[in-house]
Structures are given as C-alpha cells and as structure tokens.
C-alpha cells in the first residue's frame, strides 16, 4: 500500500506561482513512476505530469514550459511547480503512483492516489 497526501492547493491570481506537494508513505518509494492529475469542474480528469524512478519527466502539452515536476526519494516526495497560473489551471489536482511504466494519458494504470489539492486561479 502506498498512502499519498498533496498540499499546497490555494487561490492565486492569474500569472502567478503554486507549489504542489505529496508526500508517499511507502520506503522504496523511489522505485515507483509517479504522477500529477487533474480535474476541472465538468471536465474529465487529465494527467499533467509524470517522472519515472530514474528521473524521466513527461508533461502535458497545455503545461509544458511552465509547470515543472520533480522529487524527492530521500523525503519520498513528489513535487509541482506551476507557474504562469491561468484560469484554465483551475481544478483539483491529485497526485498519483503506479509500479511500472508511467503513463500520462490515463488514470487507470495507477494503484494509488491522494485525496487532491484545490487550485483556484483568478483571473
């Protein structure tokens, strides 16, 4: 088992920074792909980033050059930075793991997940 916890969600102005954490429970965490989803208010969840266990980072196209993710496997933690906020960056945001390949462009290949982190971008 694998318990995940995000923080860092707030309410920011358009243009500005957030950063996102999740914080893994398992010791060898640094042996699992990890990734950040999310979902807007009647849309579907979309992933927003992945990093596999040796550094591999994957970004969707809408957040390339302006959200970065990394972690740490000494703190077993897994980090977003997200700046150039816009309102289109508004959702709840879930970290997610999964053994094996990451996969960016679905959910369902990952075993665990937080409970999500609110980002509200005003614009």
């Known amino acids: 088992q694998v318990q995940l916890v995000e923080s860092g969600g707030g309410s920011v102005q358009a243009g500005g920074s957030l950063r996102l954490s999740c914080a893994a429970s398992?010791?060898?965490?640094?042996?699992?792909?990890m990734g950040w989803f999310r979902r807007a208010p009647g849309k579907e969840r979309e992933g927003v980033a992945t990093?596999?266990?040796?550094?591999?980072?994957n970004y969707a196209e809408s957040v390339k050059g302006r959200f970065t993710i990394s972690r740490d496997n000494t703190k077993t933690t897994l980090y977003l930075q997200m700046n150039s906020l816009t309102a289109e960056d508004t959702a709840m945001y879930y970290c997610a793991a999964a053994w094996g390949v990451c996969d960016l462009s679905s959910g369902f290949r990952y075993s665990y997940w937080g409970r999500g982190t609110q980002v509200t971008v005003s614009s």
């Open positions: 398992r010791a060898d965490y640094s042996r699992l792909c």
């Open positions: 990093i596999d266990s040796y550094g591999t980072t």
